[in-house]
Every structure is written in structure tokens, then in C-alpha cells.
């Protein structure tokens, strides 16, 4: 009995050594830093931000759907003399104005919230991938240690971002992120940049379409003498619906590899 | 020492005689570096073994390339083996320097890339030459298709390997930009 108690203990000493062991050595493992809370906080207001215009616009952008095809069933194609139908134009217009308004409103917010998440990441991914690694430590990261294994991992990003709304988008980048603690650096490495990638892209967008608002109210100002319609408006509410609300038709679908063999467990000593 | 005159001739037809002799004997120790004609890998391997340990050495990378000919109309896991042993071999004999010979093995057999190597950061290194890295990388790419899909049947690696270049790219694209920003 006092044997059992004595390897009982013995048993205890050594799961509590090789668990300390285990735990120090997951505390003394590099990680990389790209994603402090901040960039989370960021993430989560941008896609706050999102939504706001997102809901303000669906009510106009369904109201300017209607008139147009009220326009198009009326036969107001070619018939711009017809007072009724440049009244549909002028009520059309109207609308549109209005959602320039709305998205002029809402777009600096929009702006400032993804250009932080932008600078963040931008610190992140210069300090902790360009500064503090070798190109080889970079492909060890990436690949996460499991060359021997060379096992394919399902791809943690959301690439070929179109076909979802702009809200939706956001609440996805920030679900990844604030889980992305039980994910190895690899996935981060991958997933940071991918989002910065995707953050300056928005952010060159909106500063564009910020300046375009200001021309294209200016035109459709003049435009309500006359009660046109113009191409440039239906293009542009066209591309306001995607960014915003997706597009089902543009969502890629990206093929997983096939099937390979697992006979691989020879190890070179030449491999590095 | 004096030669008449008459006998002058005669011992110069004797010394191009003796030049000629022993340049014929030189000629005929020359080398035949032909390349290996059995199909089957490990034999293929033993007469380059042999081929290269009889003054051949300067052929290595064409028999590096016929022995990758010859394991790709048997493809096997088994293959990494014995190329890994061919080089090591080699670089033991002294025809390959022992970074060399690592050069060979990951090159064609490995997931990592070899073009993507330097002791210097990311930013200062990899940055100002990304384009050529990048090529490199997708020729070297070409290499492990043939080294871990055709030779070794090794899909799993040579996907991975693909996705990894994929990774490079993306990540290097964000990297190089927040560099640049940061300047």
C-alpha cells in the first residue's frame, strides 16, 4: 500500500513536471503579434459602420429599383418629351440624390474606421513579417512546421471577397480574428494580409467614390431642370448594390486539391 | 653533344614521333561520360556512381537530370530515398560541396523553397527583389513538380508546396506594401 502510494506520487511528480515542461514551452514559443486588440476593436466598428449604410441605403436603392421599373414598363426609353415620363425621371433623380446624400454622410465614418484597421495591420505586418524575419523564417511560419507532414490545410482566408454584403464581410474578418487564437501563425500571417490587402483596396474605393459623390451631385443637380436619365446613374447605383449588398453571380469557388498519397514519412538528411 | 649534319632530320622525326605517341596516350584515357543506360533507378545510379568517380564529375547535372528521366517512369515514394543517398554520397566523395548537395535534394524533393533563403529581414532583402523571387520561386516550383509529383508520387507535398508559393505571394504583397509605407 505504501508502495502504491509512493509510485502514485512519483506518477503525480512527473505529470506535473512534464506539464509545466509542456506549458513553458508553448509560453516560450515565438508568436507573432498582428493582431492586438485594437485591430479587433477596428474590425468590429468598421463592420458596425458598414451596417449603418447598409440600412440607410437598402430603403432608397429598393425605392429607386421600383421607380426605374415603373420607368421601363411606362416605355419611357426614348420618350423624353412625354411629360409624364419626365416627371418619373425627375422623381427618379430625385432619389438618387438621395442616396449620394446618404453615402456622403456615411462614407467618412467608413473611412476613418477601415483606414485605422489599415494602419494597424500596416504596423503589424512591417514590424513582425518584414522586419523581424528572414525569407526563410517567413515560409517556416507559413508553412507552420508540418513540411515532413506536408499535409494540405484548408486556406483560413476569405479570398474572392465579392458576393457578400460589406457588413457581412466585416463580421466574418472579425469572427476570424477575435478566434484566431486557436489558429498557428500561419493562418494569421495569411489572414492579416488579406484583410490589409483587402483595407487598402476599400479605403482607395471610398476616397474615390467620396470624390466622384461630389461630381455626380453636381450633374444630377443639373440633370432635375431636365428630367434625364442618365447611364452613368443606373451604373452607378448598379455598383453601390454590389459593393454593398454582394453579388451572387461573382462568388468564385476555389478548388481543393486532390487526393494524395500519405506514403511520405522518409525524412532526408539533406532536407531543411 | 654534337650530331653530324646529316642525322639532324632524323631526330626531329624522332621527337614529333615521341610528342605524337604520347598525346595519343593521353587521348585514350579520356573519359566516356555517356549516360546511364538502365532504366531501373538504383542500377542507373551505380554507373553514374561509377561514371562520375572516373573523371566525369563535370557531367553532374546532366546526370542529375537522366536519373530524374529514369525515376519518372517508375514514380515511388521510395525515389526521395535514394536521390537523398546519391547526394550524400556525392558531397561524402567530395564532387558536391555539402551545401550543394542540400541545394539538389530540396530543390526537387523539398515543400520550402530555396530561392526564398537570406540572413537578412523580409524588408531589406525580399522587398526590393520580389519580382525575382518570385520568378525564382515558380521556376523552382516546376523542379518540385517533377521531384514530389512525377518522381516520388508525392501529391500531398506538391500541393502544399504550390499553396505555400500562393501563401509567398499574398503575404509578400502585403508585407512589401507595409514596408514601403513605413519608409
Given at each position: 500500500?505504501?508502495?502504491?502510494?509512493?509510485?502514485?506520487?512519483?506518477?503525480?511528480g512527473?505529470?506535473?513536471?512534464?506539464?509545466?515542461?509542456?506549458?513553458?514551452?508553448?509560453?516560450?514559443?515565438?508568436?507573432?503579434?498582428?493582431f492586438?486588440?485594437?485591430?479587433?476593436?477596428?474590425?468590429?466598428?468598421?463592420?458596425?459602420?458598414?451596417?449603418?449604410?447598409?440600412?440607410?441605403?437598402?430603403?432608397?436603392?429598393?425605392?429607386?429599383?421600383?421607380q426605374?421599373?415603373?420607368?421601363?414598363?411606362?416605355?419611357?426609353?426614348?420618350?423624353?418629351?412625354?411629360?409624364?415620363?419626365?416627371?418619373?425621371?425627375?422623381?427618379?433623380?430625385?432619389?438618387?440624390?438621395?442616396?449620394?446624400?446618404?453615402?456622403?454622410?456615411r462614407?467618412?465614418?467608413?473611412?476613418?474606421?477601415?483606414?485605422?484597421?489599415?494602419?494597424?495591420?500596416?504596423?503589424?505586418?512591417?514590424?513582425e513579417?518584414?522586419?523581424?524575419?528572414?525569407?526563410?523564417?517567413?515560409?517556416?511560419?507559413?508553412?507552420?512546421?508540418?513540411?515532413?507532414?506536408?499535409?494540405?490545410?484548408?486556406?483560413?482566408?476569405?479570398?474572392?471577397?465579392?458576393?457578400?454584403?460589406?457588413?457581412e464581410?466585416?463580421?466574418?474578418?472579425?469572427?476570424?480574428?477575435a478566434?484566431?487564437?486557436?489558429k498557428g501563425?500561419?493562418?494569421?500571417?495569411?489572414?492579416?494580409?488579406?484583410i490589409?490587402?483587402?483595407?487598402?483596396?476599400?479605403?482607395?474605393?471610398?476616397?474615390?467614390?467620396?470624390?466622384?459623390?461630389?461630381?455626380?451631385?453636381?450633374?444630377?443637380?443639373?440633370?432635375?431642370s431636365?428630367?434625364?436619365?442618365?447611364?452613368?446613374?443606373i451604373?452607378?447605383?448598379?455598383?453601390?448594390?454590389?459593393?454593398?449588398?454582394?453579388?451572387?453571380?461573382?462568388?468564385?469557388?476555389?478548388?481543393?486539391?486532390?487526393?494524395?498519397?500519405?506514403?511520405q514519412?522518409?525524412?532526408?538528411?539533406?532536407?531543411? | 653533344?654534337?650530331?653530324?649534319?646529316?642525322?639532324?632530320?632524323?631526330?626531329?622525326?624522332?621527337?614529333?614521333?615521341?610528342?605524337?605517341?604520347?598525346?595519343?596516350?593521353?587521348?585514350?584515357?579520356?573519359?566516356?561520360?555517356?549516360?546511364?543506360?538502365?532504366r531501373?533507378?538504383?542500377?542507373?545510379?551505380?554507373?553514374?556512381?561509377?561514371?562520375?568517380m572516373?573523371?566525369?564529375?563535370?557531367?553532374?547535372?546532366?546526370?542529375?537530370d537522366?536519373?530524374?528521366?529514369i525515376?519518372?517512369?517508375?514514380?515511388?515514394?521510395?525515389?526521395?530515398?535514394?536521390?537523398?543517398?546519391?547526394l550524400?554520397?556525392s558531397?561524402?566523395?567530395?564532387?558536391?560541396?555539402?551545401?550543394?548537395?542540400?541545394?539538389?535534394?530540396?530543390?526537387?524533393?523539398n515543400?520550402k523553397?530555396?530561392?526564398?533563403?537570406g540572413?537578412?529581414?523580409?524588408?531589406?532583402?525580399?522587398?526590393?527583389?520580389?519580382?525575382?523571387?518570385?520568378?525564382?520561386?515558380?521556376?523552382?516550383?516546376?523542379?518540385?513538380?517533377?521531384?514530389?509529383?512525377?518522381?516520388?508520387?508525392?501529391?500531398?507535398?506538391?500541393?502544399?508546396?504550390d499553396?505555400?508559393?500562393?501563401?509567398?505571394?499574398?503575404?509578400?504583397?502585403?508585407?512589401?506594401?507595409?514596408?514601403?509605407?513605413?519608409?
Amino acid at each position: 500500500m505504501k508502495m502504491s502510494v509512493n509510485r502514485f506520487t512519483l506518477c503525480a511528480g512527473i505529470a506535473a513536471v512534464m506539464l509545466l515542461g509542456a506549458q513553458s514551452s508553448v509560453a516560450n514559443s515565438p508568436t507573432i503579434r498582428l493582431f492586438p486588440t485594437t485591430v479587433v476593436e477596428d474590425l468590429r466598428q468598421t463592420g458596425n459602420v458598414a451596417r449603418d449604410m447598409e440600412t440607410g441605403l437598402q430603403e432608397v436603392i429598393g425605392r429607386l429599383d421600383q421607380q426605374q421599373e415603373l420607368y421601363q414598363e411606362s416605355k419611357c426609353d426614348g420618350a423624353d418629351n412625354d411629360s409624364g415620363c419626365q416627371r418619373l425621371a425627375r422623381q427618379i433623380g430625385a432619389t438618387y440624390l438621395e442616396m449620394l446624400t446618404i453615402m456622403e454622410e456615411r462614407l467618412p465614418d467608413m473611412e476613418h474606421t477601415v483606414n485605422n484597421t489599415r494602419d494597424s495591420l500596416e504596423k503589424g505586418l512591417r514590424n513582425e513579417l518584414g522586419k523581424k524575419m528572414t525569407p526563410w523564417k517567413l515560409q517556416e511560419t507559413l508553412i507552420g512546421g508540418k513540411a515532413a507532414q506536408a499535409t494540405a490545410q484548408k486556406a483560413p482566408t476569405l479570398r474572392g471577397r465579392s458576393g457578400m454584403r460589406l457588413s457581412e464581410r466585416f463580421n466574418q474578418y472579425y469572427k476570424l480574428v477575435a478566434t484566431s487564437g486557436a489558429k498557428g501563425d500561419q493562418s494569421l500571417a495569411v489572414l492579416a494580409s488579406d484583410i490589409y490587402l483587402d483595407m487598402e483596396e476599400t479605403s482607395l474605393l471610398i476616397q474615390r467614390t467620396r470624390q466622384e459623390i461630389a461630381r455626380a451631385t453636381l450633374m444630377e443637380q443639373l440633370n432635375q431642370s431636365f428630367g434625364i436619365i442618365t447611364p452613368e446613374m443606373i451604373e452607378v447605383v448598379g455598383g453601390v448594390k454590389s459593393i454593398l449588398f454582394g453579388d451572387e453571380e461573382t462568388q468564385a469557388l476555389v478548388a481543393g486539391p486532390p487526393p494524395g498519397s500519405i506514403e511520405q514519412a522518409y525524412r532526408s538528411p539533406l532536407e531543411q | 653533344m654534337n650530331f653530324p649534319n646529316n642525322q639532324k632530320p632524323l631526330l626531329v622525326l624522332a621527337a614529333l614521333l615521341l610528342m605524337s605517341s604520347l598525346l595519343a596516350a593521353c587521348a585514350s584515357t579520356t573519359p566516356v561520360c555517356g549516360s546511364p543506360q538502365s532504366r531501373n533507378l538504383s542500377s542507373a545510379i551505380d554507373g553514374v556512381q561509377t561514371s562520375l568517380m572516373n573523371g566525369c564529375h563535370a557531367h553532374f547535372d546532366r546526370y542529375y537530370d537522366d536519373l530524374l528521366s529514369i525515376a519518372e517512369g517508375d514514380p515511388k515514394p521510395e525515389n526521395k530515398r535514394e536521390f537523398s543517398e546519391f547526394l550524400v554520397w556525392s558531397s561524402d566523395k567530395g564532387l558536391l560541396s555539402t551545401r550543394q548537395a542540400e541545394d539538389y535534394y530540396n530543390r526537387f524533393f523539398n515543400v520550402k523553397f530555396m530561392s526564398m533563403r537570406g540572413d537578412y529581414n523580409n524588408c531589406s532583402h525580399t522587398c526590393p527583389n520580389k519580382k525575382k523571387v518570385l520568378f525564382d520561386m515558380e521556376r523552382e516550383l516546376g523542379d518540385k513538380e517533377r521531384g514530389l509529383l512525377k518522381v516520388s508520387r508525392d501529391a500531398d507535398g506538391y500541393y502544399r508546396a504550390d499553396q505555400l508559393y500562393q501563401e509567398v505571394e499574398l503575404v509578400l504583397e502585403a508585407t512589401c506594401s507595409a514596408c514601403a509605407a513605413g519608409r
